[in-house]
């Protein structure tokens, strides 16, 4: 079950991986000030936060109460910052990036889940191996080759 639970968590973190490098493209072609740190506008449409994002899908898929996302916000502002730090960062290597990304999510997977009750958790655990199975598919019904 660990096996499984850690694959999920590393599948999860490719994800959120693939996220912020996408939003660091796009921040890199914004000014440098500090204004235009939080603005997710684009072509002057609003967009979402990717913290506002990753809230508003944890509160549909596992029903968060109001105090619940009061408390899971800075949790995934915190792991949202140390992500983007890291990304920018071209002084580490791949692997060392990689290590340090699964630990920042780890450490923010097991604060939200002190929030959650035992349901919510269960559901937790559905969605990061629905997103495991959508990344790479249901090993077991593959088609083998003749």
Do not use: W
């Amino acid at each position: 079950m660990n096996r499984i639970r850690l694959l999920a968590t590393g599948t999860v973190l490719m994800f959120v991986v693939s996220a912020v490098a996408r939003q660091a493209a796009t921040q890199a072609d914004r000014p440098a000030d500090g204004a235009a740190k939080h603005d997710y506008s684009q072509n002057g449409e609003n967009r979402v936060s990717p913290v506002d994002g990753h809230l508003k899908m944890l509160t549909e898929k596992l029903d968060l109460t109001t105090d619940q996302q009061t408390k899971a916000r800075p949790i995934l502002q915190e792991m949202h910052d140390h992500m983007h730090k890291l990304m920018q960062n071209k002084n580490i290597s791949g692997e060392e990036r990689t290590s340090k990304l699964r630990a920042y999510h780890l450490k923010a997977d097991k604060n939200i889940r002190e929030i959650l009750n035992d349901d919510q958790k269960r559901k937790l655990d559905q969605l990061e191996q629905d997103a495991h199975m959508d990344l790479h598919g249901n090993i077991n019904k593959a088609p083998r080759a003749p």
